[in-house]
């Protein structure tokens, strides 16, 4: 029910962003996202960012998955 | 009376677009006919005869294609391109030598000239690239509305060389499957110029002529068994077929599937799969097992083929189904594409 | 691409299997919620990595397959008014009414267009002023929060030529009727990871609690659904009953405030109808009076003569977990997706529409 993929945040213009999912641009509104930086992962669901990807999550996930940790 | 400056703008503003008259035979379709016998130069169309006369010796191939494609211009090509290398490819699918095309087009009355110009230049160039010559053509005019645009039909003869029997039927049991490249890259193309999804990348459309890699293919090892270029319903729907009409099943392993990372966002931001989206310049080759490395290496070689791999098996399960294993480990059925592929998001 | 190849890795997914296999001595029912659930695991071949002993059942969440047929033959009546611009996600175009389908409406001459966001509907009523443009707003808690942005963006500009047709509804209360049915017995929900992005893993609280169901919020990489899978069968294992988060890097226990924010200042709850679930109490939104101006319902008035499902078709059940699609007498046989009989097979989530496709 929800296709939300993660984007990296180029540029930030009010509530709008350009996002780049491996090498697609596309707008994406990010009202949703407090404090999104440039550089940032978010995940974007029918053009808007629904949420921050955590990058030390997403490495502490993958350790988890690894079984390092 | 209307000032007679203003009716010469109006002249003016007609002459640079299709009219009616221009489809009616007399002096404008000469006009145009002219400037197409130019451009594409040679002999048999220079005659203006009813028909082009051509002398052959050996098997035919012969084939017809149409081209609707909309927008007509898009990253990588346009709709002639398109029609060309369409054509030429599926004369080289049977491993037939593509020597001469037609190529006959239906205008809509209010299509710019200099646009009509443009796509006669770009057909003349990918004749050139693949070395095959336009010695018959047509054009209709239609009123508005009677087409979008242009619409251009393309038809093909090229020459089979003795030895040479590739068809989809033939593919045997333990034969490899080889991809000529990456797949997706045309449909994407398209649909990034449609503007619809709003999005932008640097995908260009992979039209181009595989008459000479098959060559060269052919030279390697003329028991290639079957080849296809996957075009509408992508590689899903091609191997599909040669499943069926061969009566096999083919094994197909995800991972060594080569897919542009650009490709690969748009799809997962809109829900597609790669598998079903159209190609324009890429092939499959179903060859012995005893063949397939040195097929696999005179394709690298060729320009068109640097990105091909091996990537999956005919087997004797499972006749008529395509079994992908996945990228995890895991294993589906890869049908045939049903319907659109719509943009899902929920 | 970043974060989505690394959890794709066949090895972790080799591992996290053998992890799966050990608990070998109890049989479990896992449901599924979310249809990009179902879809991961079928297109990635999960099902088949599974020992037998864990056996999966499709679920509810596919919005387009739990839109009742009402609502489906509502949607058509709009797009017949010649002035209405129909808006929609893809999935709505092929689904059949009792009557038609935007598809055909489309064929008749009926203006319907695929959009991907919302903001592009909003964006053809400001290029289209003399036309009424409806957007059929269906999904959960992943797409409300959106369509009220867009909405209040129409209010802001004072858009007065766009209209939502809400048909938007909420997982929990779902989630909570089937606990309560007991018609099949699910040992653990593996919960929909973007939804939950919205609510937050506070939200299935009284599910594990109330209804002794364990809970894990997965993502959507395969290697996300079989870490949910083990982490569920380890709760079973240990007798624990709780609400995990495996998808810790996007879902919080309170979830997205500014979205949940958005939501109820369009939004107020409604008790709706579930294609299978029946009438579920408080488990729709549609929108406060406020914006009565936008309400696509008000203004037109979609008048549907008696709105029928097909009686052979089982996708109510389907969606329950009470049947698999193998078992519905149109499966494969006459319904297909050519020729769908129901949401189920057209929706590109619809577990009939896996099964088909991806055996």
Redesign the interface.
């Known amino acids: 029910?929800?296709?939300?993929?993660?984007a990296?945040i180029l540029k930030i213009e009010d509530n709008l962003a350009l996002v780049d999912?491996?090498?697609?641009?596309?707008?994406a509104?990010i009202?949703?996202?407090?404090n999104a930086r440039v550089g940032e992962?978010v995940?974007?669901?029918?053009?808007?960012a629904?949420?921050?990807?955590?990058k030390k999550?997403?490495e502490?996930?993958?350790q988890?998955?690894?079984?390092i940790i | 009376m209307q000032p007679i400056t203003n009716m010469v703008e109006k002249f003016k503003d007609d002459a640079k677009k299709i009219l009616l008259a221009h489809g009616s035979g007399g002096k404008l379709t000469h006009q145009l006919i002219k400037s197409f016998v130019k451009k594409f130069r040679n002999l048999p169309l220079a005659k203006l005869d009813d028909s082009a006369v051509l002398k052959f010796k050996g098997k035919l191939a012969f084939t017809t294609d149409s081209y609707v494609v909309d927008p007509i211009y898009f990253p990588g090509g346009d709709i002639g391109k398109l029609a060309v290398n369409g054509t030429v490819n599926d004369l080289a699918m049977v491993g037939a030598r593509p020597l001469y095309l037609s190529a006959a087009a239906i205008i809509e009355e209010g299509f710019p000239l200099v646009d009509l110009e443009r796509i006669v230049d770009s057909m003349n160039r990918a004749a050139r690239v693949a070395g095959v010559k336009i010695v018959a053509g047509d054009t209709k005019v239609v009123g508005k509305g009677g087409a979008d645009k242009i619409f251009i039909n393309t038809s093909g003869i090229g020459l089979i060389d003795s030895g040479i029997d590739i068809s989809s039927k033939n593919a045997r049991i333990g034969d490899r499957i080889i991809l000529s490249g990456t797949i997706g890259d045309h449909g994407i193309a398209i649909l990034s110029a449609r503007e619809r999804f709003d999005f932008r990348t640097k995908l260009k459309s992979d039209s181009q002529p595989l008459n000479r890699i098959v060559s060269q293919i052919l030279k390697v090892s003329k028991k290639v068994h079957t080849l296809r270029d996957p075009t509408r319903g992508g590689l899903a729907t091609s191997l599909n077929e040669i499943a069926e009409q061969s009566g096999v099943g083919i094994d197909i392993e995800q991972e060594k599937i080569p897919v542009k990372e650009e490709v690969k966002g748009v799809c997962e931001m809109l829900g597609f799969d790669p598998l079903y989206i159209a190609n324009e310049g890429k092939l499959v080759a179903f060859v012995p097992e005893r063949d397939c490395r040195k097929i696999l290496n005179v394709m690298r070689k060729n320009r068109y083929g640097r990105d091909a791999q091996i990537i999956g098996t005919v087997v004797s399960r499972h006749k008529g189904r395509v079994l992908v294993k996945t990228s995890v480990g895991g294993e589906r059925v890869l049908d045939m594409l049903t319907g659109e592929q719509l943009p899902r998001i929920c | 691409m970043k974060f989505v190849d690394e959890f794709r890795d066949k090895a972790i997914a080799e591992r996290i299997v053998k992890k799966i296999e050990r608990f070998d001595s109890f049989k479990v029912n896992l449901m599924e919620v979310c249809g990009t659930h179902t879809m991961v695991i079928f297109k990635q071949g999960l099902k088949g990595m599974l020992p037998k002993n864990v056996n999966l059942l499709s679920g509810p969440g596919c919005p387009v397959c739990v839109t009742s047929q009402e609502d489906i033959d509502k949607a058509i009546e709009l797009a017949k008014d010649r002035n209405v611009i129909i808006t929609t996600f893809g999935d709505m175009i092929r689904v059949p009414g009792t009557n038609s389908s935007l598809e055909k409406e489309r064929g008749n001459g009926a203006d319907v267009r695929i959009i991907y966001s919302p903001s592009e509907a909003l964006r053809i009523a400001r290029e289209n002023p003399a036309r009424e443009v409806v957007f059929l707003a269906i999904g959960f808690e992943t797409t409300s929060p959106l369509i009220a942005a867009s909405l209040l963006d129409a209010q802001k500009e004072k858009i007065d030529n766009f209209y939502i047709f809400s048909s938007h509804k909420l997982i929990p209360p779902a989630m909570e009727a089937l606990s309560k049915s007991k018609e099949v017995r699910i040992d653990g929900f593996i919960c929909p990871g973007h939804v939950s992005v919205t609510i937050g893993s506070n939200a299935y609280k009284f599910i594990a609690q109330k209804y002794n169901v364990p809970c894990v919020i997965g993502g959507f990489e395969p290697l996300d659904v079989l870490q949910t899978i083990y982490m569920l069968l380890k709760q079973i294992k240990e007798r624990r009953v709780e609400v995990e988060i495996e998808y810790f890097r996007a879902v919080h226990p309170q979830g997205n405030r500014i979205a949940q924010e958005l939501i109820a200042e369009v939004f107020e709850v409604s008790d709706v109808m579930w294609r299978g679930l029946g009438t579920i109490p408080k488990s729709g939104l549609r929108l406060k009076r406020k914006f009565s101006d936008f309400d696509a319902e008000k203004e037109f008035r979609p008048k549907t003569k008696k709105s029928k499902e097909n009686p052979d078709c089982a996708c109510g059940e389907v969606l329950r977990g009470v049947k698999k699609p193998t078992q519905c007498k149109l499966y494969r046989r006459i319904c297909t997706p050519e020729e769908p009989y129901g949401p189920c097979m057209v929706s590109s989530e619809g577990t009939c529409a896996a099964y088909y496709k991806y055996g």
């Open positions: 029910m929800c296709l939300a993929i993660p990296k999912m491996a090498g697609v641009r596309r707008q509104d009202r949703m996202v407090s992962y995940l974007i669901h029918a053009g808007f629904i949420e921050k990807i955590g999550d997403a502490e996930t993958l988890l998955l690894r079984e």
